[in-house]
Each structure stands twice: as C-alpha cells, then as structure tokens.
C-alpha cells in the first residue's frame, strides 16, 4: 500500500505504508494541485495549476532503496484550467480528471502510461461552476462503479463515465439553505469534499457552510441520489474541509484546518474528528447511525490528537479564522473573476490599439 | 460634420459588411478567461440559432442534423464559404476567438443569405475559445472533417503551449472527430509545418492520408486558396506546408 503526498514546495513524495520510508521523491515544475495512485501501485500521477497531468512508475512496492528521485512524464492535459482532482476508476480502466472550466474528463488509462493517455473516453458536462472534488462509489455486487463529483454550483452529481452522461444532481447548498433557519449571508455552499464509505452507498459530503456532513444515499438501481441524513457537529465550530474514509472499521475522519492564518497568532491549524458507526453492505440507509466521536473515544485518542494538531483542544477563535481562510482560499482560487466591462477596458489600456490618440 | 448612417459599416449595394470596419489586432490571447458565452454541453448548442431554416426550434431535439465540418480560427470566413457550396446538405461552423471578426463573418454570412435564397443556411460562426470548448460544441465522433488553416505560430519557445496544435490538444481533437473523420492542416511558417506534422504523427490516434487518397480530396486544393491568409501568401509566392491526417482507432 502506498501513501502520496504533495504540496507547495513542489515535490511529490511517496511512502511505504509498511516501512512509513518515503520511497520516492518526484519533482514538479509547478503547484501540484491534485494527485492520484493507480489501484496496482504501479504509477503515481499528479497534477498542476496549469492543467497537465504527469505520470511516473514505481519500482515494486517493498522498496526499501532510499529516495529515488524519478522524473515524471506528462500523461494529458486540460488546456491552462487547474485541475481540481484526479481519480482512478475502480476497475482501473480509466483516470478521471476533473477543472476548475466545470468539466470532467474521462480518459483511457493506457497499458504504457508513459506514452501518455490519448483516448478520451468521455467527458462528464453538467457542472455549472468549477468541479472541486471526485469519488466513485463501488460495491462487490456492482465493481465498475458511478462517479459521484462535487462542485461550486452547490450540486453533488452522479455519472456514468461510459457514456459521459449525467445520471442525478442533487441540489446539497439548497438542502443545506432549507436547514438553517437564519438566512446565511452570501452563498458559501460550494462542496468542498466529498467521500464515498467502501462497500456501502453513501457518499459524505462536506459543504462549506456546513458544521457537519451531509449524508447522501445512492441508489445503484435507479442511480439516483437522495438526502439520508445531516450529521451535525455541535458545541464547536467546526467545519470540515477534507474527508477520508477508513478501509475497515466504518469510521469517516474528518479534517479542517488551514496554514497562513491571518487574524491569529497560530501559523497553521488543523482539527480532526471522526464519525463512526457507518455499517457496510448495509443497502437501507436509516440502519446507518452515524455518531460523532468525543476526542477521547478517537482511535489514538489523546496522543493522536496531539500529534495531529498541536494539541488537544483548540481555541474557539482559531477556528473561527481557519474556517475564514479556508473560505477565501477556495474563492481565490477557483471562482473566476468577473470584470465590469469599463473595469476590462481599463486593465487593457496599455494594449497599442487600446490607447486613445493624443 | 457628423453624419449619422445606420449600417454604414454594411455595403449597401452587396449587402457585405465592409472589412475596414472590422478591424482587429492579428492575435488574441487563447489564455485569458472567456467572457463570451459557452454552451454547458453539445445538447446545449442552440442549431435554430445558427441554422435557422435548416433547424427551425420546434423540433430541435429530434433533429438528427449534426455539425459536421468545424473551422478552427475561421478568420474572416473565406473557407466556410466555399465549402458552404460544395457540401450544401453539411452543417458547418467556424470557431473564431476575435470578437471582431467574428461579428465580421456573422454579417458576411447574414449578407450572403440575403443575396442567395437558400444558400449559405449551413455555415455559421460562434466566438469562442476553441482551445477549452471544443468538448462543450461537439459530442463524441460527431466532426467529419477539421480545419486549421493558418494558425497563429507563436513563434517564441515559451509560447509554443498556446498553438492551436499540440500533443495534448489533439487528444480532444480524436474524441470529437469520428474514426476516419480528417484533420487538415495548413500554414506558411516551415517550423510550424514540421511541428503540426510531428504532433499528428506521433499520435497514436491519426494516420496520414496517402498521396492517392490526397489528390483524390477536393477539399485539400481549398486549404491553400479559399482562405484570404491563403491568397495572401499565394499573392507573395509564399510556399505552404499542409498536413492531412485520419482519426484512428488506437493499436491496442
């Protein structure tokens, strides 16, 4: 089993989970913004700011070598939109990869990954603002699976990746909206992540104005999504940006956090809680009883905590301008700027055939 | 003095918008961010907008007429044209990034209609950035035939990302043209030639046409003389250099 990890500093770096060693270190000539392991463990793909996806192979997975420093090789690319997320199919047949222009792409993963991935199988069309986050919902009886993608549009979607064709929307920001009984101000319902249980139908999604998850439940038979259950974090203000799910063990941990706080002495925060109870193979969505963990009954419990975020507990306040950077990171990154058009001509005034003669 | 005349930047006798009128820097920026309308998905296309007698809006969902033929920076409309005549029953359009000129070739074809009932109703032009749309306009296989004649050269190594031809873009390219649907490309800069040539030969997903299947090709004699840009370097005896390729199944 591999571990990939990526950020900033412009490197990709894979570790074993066995030795925890990282066993490679890739280097990117830009920002890497999404990054994906296909389900053999034989090639690591990552993407950046500028819409290219590269590829590079691993040496088998025991590598107990120090880091060999691989160069990767461009697999596709969405012309100069980021990429958002990248996923591998469950039957490893092909790499999704999803932009900040609304569109997600289907593409044949080849047998020469190096060679690059030419065959497009199809693109998923639908997103009425940039896609933020992939999933695919995979069960033993149905192993092709469904892409489930989430967005700006407040929408969480179903495909079949086939076809290209969008099979349901569901509108979570308005299910969202229809919860809170004061109004919220402005709209900050874009999914900001999105997390399918293994071997179970349900998709949590995490929404930026949303303290908690929203539970969504598909049905594989009329693919269909349907509202299952909010789970709500309370006595704290916390809302998750980032959600994994456990292999075994039905427990779907949640992260929130950010670095660069502004409004805090704090240079980094992160915060981690987890939600347990979720029962595999378990088609009847109302069997589920998600609970939401107190710190202390957390696997790892204290320790973990205070390894993973500093300390136990974290100041209200902290959390507060984590939820606030986080918010004007997604905007600044991915929400398009509109101009007014005297505000466009005015940018262009240094253009020859824009000045006016004198 | 000032004079007001409505439409003087239409040609009264020919009903033809006037060129000079239409003036527009040769390039434009393919990086910037759109402000022109994209459609959310082919069956967005709005047909009864662009081919109003062939598609008229009531039964636009059964309509089984497709675009066909896509001129990929069309300019002022010159190869439309003449392909309009050649393949009447052929819907086809023009993918232009300059608003200009696109509203230059909107008002040619407008004129054209007016002067020759029942012509011309099968070409169009849509300002968009085909360098990030192409999937949004068409679906899978849907293009017969692709058309870029002259395209910009980006000289500079750092710019060479933005050619309208590239090893990634020709990807998309594949996915909307159908197996056997043709690629024509055609330009003046010998460097630009060789690089066209190379990315359409080292992709897995085109094969070059043969020299009979070439000759036999009316549309190939076009690529160098139905374009303005075209007369124009036949005018300086410039030469050209043409690469004409076929979309593929991949060897597995």
Same mark, same amino acid.
């Given at each position: 089993?591999?571990?990939?990890?990526?950020?900033?500093?412009?490197?990709?770096?894979?570790?074993?989970?066995?030795?925890?060693?990282?066993?490679?270190?890739?280097?990117?000539?830009?920002?890497?913004?999404?990054?994906?392991? $296909?389900? +053999?463990?034989?090639?690591?793909?990552?993407?950046?700011? #500028?819409?290219?996806?590269?590829?590079?192979?691993?040496?088998?997975? +025991?590598?107990?070598?120090?880091?060999?420093?691989?160069?990767?090789?461009?697999?596709?690319?969405?012309?100069?939109?980021? *990429?958002?997320?990248?996923? &591998?199919?469950?039957?490893?047949?092909?790499?999704?990869?999803?932009?900040?222009?609304?569109?997600?792409?289907?593409?044949?993963?080849?047998?020469?990954?190096?060679?690059?991935?030419?065959?497009?199988?199809?693109?998923?069309?639908?997103?009425?603002?940039?896609?933020?986050?992939?999933?695919?919902?995979?069960?033993?009886?149905?192993?092709?699976?469904?892409?489930?993608?989430?967005?700006?549009?407040?929408?969480?979607?179903?495909?079949?990746?086939?076809?290209?064709?969008?099979?349901?929307?569901?509108?979570?920001?308005?299910?969202?909206?229809?919860?809170?009984?004061?109004?919220?101000?402005?709209?900050?319902?874009?999914?900001?992540?999105?997390?399918?249980?293994?071997?179970?139908?349900? *998709?949590?999604?995490?929404?930026?104005?949303?303290?908690?998850?929203?539970?969504?439940?598909?049905?594989?038979?009329?693919?269909?999504?349907?509202?299952?259950?909010?789970?709500?974090?309370?006595?704290?203000?916390?809302?998750?940006?980032?959600?994994?799910?456990?292999?075994?063990?039905?427990?779907?941990?949640?992260?929130?956090?950010?670095?660069?706080?502004?409004?805090?002495?704090?240079?980094?925060?992160?915060?981690?809680?987890?939600?347990?109870? &979720?029962?595999?193979?378990?088609?009847?969505?109302?069997?589920?009883?998600?609970?939401?963990?107190?710190?202390?009954?957390?696997?790892?419990?204290?320790?973990?905590?205070?390894?993973?975020?500093?300390?136990?507990?974290?100041?209200?306040?902290?959390?507060?301008?984590?939820?606030?950077?986080?918010?004007?990171?997604?905007? =600044?990154?991915?929400?398009?700027?509109?101009?007014?058009?005297?505000?466009?001509?005015?940018?262009?005034?240094?253009?020859?055939?824009?000045?006016?003669?004198? | 003095?000032?004079?007001?005349?409505?439409?003087?930047?239409? =040609?009264?006798?020919?009903?033809?918008?006037?060129?000079?009128?239409?003036?527009?820097?040769?390039?434009?920026?393919?990086?910037?961010?759109? @402000?022109?309308?994209?459609?959310?998905?082919?069956? @967005?296309? +709005?047909?009864?907008? @662009?081919?109003?007698?062939?598609?008229?809006?009531?039964?636009?969902?059964?309509? $089984?007429?497709?675009?066909? #033929?896509?001129? *990929?920076?069309?300019?002022?409309?010159?190869?439309?044209?003449?392909?309009?005549?050649?393949?009447?029953?052929?819907?086809?359009?023009?993918?232009?990034?300059?608003?200009?000129?696109?509203?230059?070739?909107?008002?040619?074809?407008?004129?054209?209609?007016?002067?020759?009932?029942?012509?011309?109703?099968?070409?169009?032009?849509?300002?968009?950035?085909?360098?990030?749309?192409?999937?949004?306009? &068409?679906?899978?296989?849907?293009?017969?035939?692709? #058309?870029?004649? #002259?395209?910009?050269? @980006?000289?500079?190594?750092? =710019?060479?990302?933005?050619?309208?031809?590239?090893?990634?873009?020709?990807?998309?390219?594949?996915?909307?043209?159908?197996?056997?649907?043709?690629?024509?490309? *055609?330009?003046?800069?010998?460097?630009?030639?060789?690089?066209?040539?190379?990315?359409?030969? =080292?992709?897995?997903?085109?094969?070059?046409?043969?020299?009979?299947?070439?000759?036999?090709?009316?549309?190939?004699?076009?690529?160098?003389?139905?374009?303005?840009?075209?007369?124009?370097?036949?005018?300086?005896?410039?030469?050209?250099?043409?690469?004409?390729?076929?979309?593929?199944?991949?060897?597995?």
């Amino acid at each position: 089993m591999l571990f990939v990890s990526a950020g900033d500093d412009k490197l990709v770096k894979v570790w074993s989970t066995q030795s925890w060693r990282c066993i490679s270190t890739v280097c990117s000539e830009k920002r890497v913004s999404a990054i994906a392991v $296909s389900n +053999d463990g034989l090639h690591v793909c990552f993407a950046d700011k #500028f819409g290219v996806v590269w590829v590079v192979d691993l040496p088998g997975v +025991d590598g107990n070598e120090a880091s060999l420093n691989k160069k990767a090789v461009p697999l596709l690319a969405h012309y100069c939109s980021i *990429i958002t997320g990248l996923e &591998f199919s469950p039957d490893g047949r092909f790499i999704v990869s999803a932009d900040r222009d609304f569109k997600i792409r289907v593409t044949v993963f080849p047998k020469k990954p190096l060679d690059g991935a030419h065959e497009i199988q199809s693109f998923c069309l639908g997103h009425t603002e940039f896609v933020s986050c992939l999933a695919f919902i995979s069960t033993s009886d149905c192993l092709q699976g469904f892409l489930v993608s989430g967005g700006g549009d407040s929408t969480v979607r179903l495909w079949d990746i086939i076809s290209g064709s969008l099979l349901d929307s569901c509108e979570v920001g308005a299910k969202v909206g229809d919860l809170k009984s004061d109004a919220t101000e402005g709209n900050c319902s874009t999914v900001t992540d999105i997390c399918t249980i293994p071997d179970c139908t349900l *998709i949590a999604v995490a929404i930026q104005s949303l303290q908690g998850i929203m539970l969504l439940s598909c049905d594989l038979q009329s693919q269909t999504l349907s509202l299952a259950k909010v789970v709500s974090i309370v006595g704290e203000n916390f809302i998750p940006t980032s959600l994994g799910s456990s292999i075994s063990g039905g427990l779907l941990w949640m992260v929130t956090g950010g670095s660069k706080l502004l409004s805090s002495d704090l240079s980094s925060l992160s915060r981690v809680k987890v939600i347990s109870g &979720f029962k595999k193979n378990s088609p009847d969505s109302s069997e589920q009883e998600p609970v939401v963990l107190a710190d202390s009954e957390i696997p790892g419990g204290a320790k973990l905590l205070e390894k993973l975020q500093g300390s136990v507990s974290i100041d209200e306040k902290v959390l507060l301008a984590a939820a606030d950077a986080v918010k004007t990171a997604m905007c =600044n990154l991915l929400i398009k700027k509109q101009y007014s058009v005297e505000k466009r001509e005015f940018r262009k005034r240094t253009r020859n055939d824009k000045k006016t003669r004198q | 003095m000032m004079e007001s005349k409505p439409n003087q930047t239409i =040609n009264k006798t020919t009903g033809l918008p006037r060129k000079r009128f239409y003036r527009a820097r040769a390039h434009s920026n393919p990086l910037s961010d759109s @402000h022109f309308p994209v459609p959310l998905s082919p069956s @967005h296309v +709005d047909y009864s907008l @662009h081919y109003p007698q062939l598609v008229p809006s009531a039964d636009q969902t059964d309509s $089984s007429k497709k675009i066909q #033929f896509a001129d *990929i920076g069309c300019g002022f409309g010159g190869l439309l044209i003449s392909l309009s005549t050649l393949f009447p029953e052929t819907l086809m359009i023009g993918m232009e990034l300059r608003d200009k000129v696109t509203e230059y070739v909107k008002e040619r074809i407008l004129g054209l209609r007016v002067a020759n009932p029942g012509r011309y109703q099968n070409i169009s032009v849509v300002r968009t950035n085909s360098m990030k749309y192409i999937p949004n306009y &068409f679906e899978k296989g849907q293009l017969t035939k692709m #058309f870029f004649l #002259f395209p910009d050269p @980006h000289f500079k190594e750092k =710019n060479h990302r933005r050619r309208v031809i590239s090893p990634h873009l020709l990807d998309e390219y594949a996915y909307v043209l159908e197996v056997g649907g043709i690629i024509y490309t *055609i330009t003046d800069v010998e460097e630009l030639g060789d690089w066209m040539k190379s990315c359409l030969e =080292n992709h897995p997903m085109f094969e070059a046409l043969s020299e009979e299947e070439l000759e036999d090709d009316h549309v190939v004699k076009l690529l160098s003389t139905a374009t303005e840009e075209g007369q124009k370097v036949a005018r300086n005896e410039g030469q050209t250099f043409q690469a004409v390729y076929r979309q593929i199944v991949p060897a597995s």
